[in-house]
């Protein structure tokens, strides 16, 4: 069965400091991975998915099988970027199943 | 496209009275997902549809609740009768299926507080 964990329920970090968020999965195929950030009192949003490969807001996340790893990176957090984030595994259109969530909270 | 909608966005009801949730999905999208959101559990799936089918319900928590996809525009999550424990954010999601490049959007929510 597919499972993702985020052992840190919250991140507490000092702005300009760099932040990494761990997430990992256990899932038998090759899934997508995904982050997702919720601001306060905003919807969930998809920050960015593992295919693409891409540079969201300063964040980047490589998906390394071998460890089963997605983690979310930033160099320089900045205060905006204080929110829930939660990891998330899809197996192609059956599912997806989040983790727990990690309260980034960027401080002064 | 507007994005997902979700009504109401906030809920107050009283222990015992029936609610009802309501989601409108992205146009097109074939998958849509009912999620509840509690600080204690993050976020949990409830049910998912595939064309308007119920595909896995096993994350409904009991029989209180139901959820219809009456046609591919509209979906409803229902709870009778509700109890305080109930209180959370419900998100609705839809996605469509398209190999590697499927991701979720999700609803704003609805906050449903039972007192």
């Known amino acids: 069965a597919q499972r993702v964990t985020q052992p840190e329920k919250l991140l507490s970090v000092f702005k300009g400091a760099p932040v990494e968020l761990k997430c990992n999965y256990s899932?038998?195929?090759?899934?997508?991975l995904f982050w997702y950030v919720q601001y306060s009192r905003q919807r969930l949003q998809l920050l960015l998915r593992?295919?693409s490969r891409e540079s969201i807001k300063g964040f980047t996340a490589d998906l390394n099988k071998g460890e089963t790893s997605f983690h979310l990176k930033k160099p320089f957090a900045q205060e905006e970027d204080s929110a829930m984030y939660y990891c998330?595994?899809?197996?192609?259109?059956?599912?997806?199943?989040f983790g727990p969530g990690t309260r980034l909270s960027v401080l002064p | 496209d507007a994005g997902v909608i979700q009504s109401p966005r906030h809920e107050v009801t009283e222990m015992g009275q029936e609610v009802t949730l309501r989601c409108k999905p992205i146009?097109?999208?074939?998958?849509l997902f009912w999620y509840r959101q509690t600080m204690m559990r993050g976020l949990e799936l409830l049910i998912y549809f595939n064309n308007n089918v119920p595909i896995d319900d096993s994350g409904m928590p009991e029989d209180r609740f139901s959820a219809k996809m009456p046609n591919a525009s509209f979906s409803t999550l229902k709870i009778q009768p509700s109890e305080p424990r109930d209180s959370a954010v419900y998100f609705c999601?839809?996605?469509?299926?398209?190999?590697?490049?499927?991701?979720?959007?999700f609803g704003q929510g609805t906050r449903l507080t039972v007192v």
């Open positions: 146009s097109g999208h074939d998958y």
């Open positions: 999601a839809s996605s469509l299926r398209g190999g590697s490049l499927l991701e979720a959007f």
């Open positions: 593992h295919i």
């Open positions: 899932y038998s195929g090759s899934p997508e």
């Open positions: 998330a595994l899809s197996d192609y259109g059956q599912n997806f199943v």
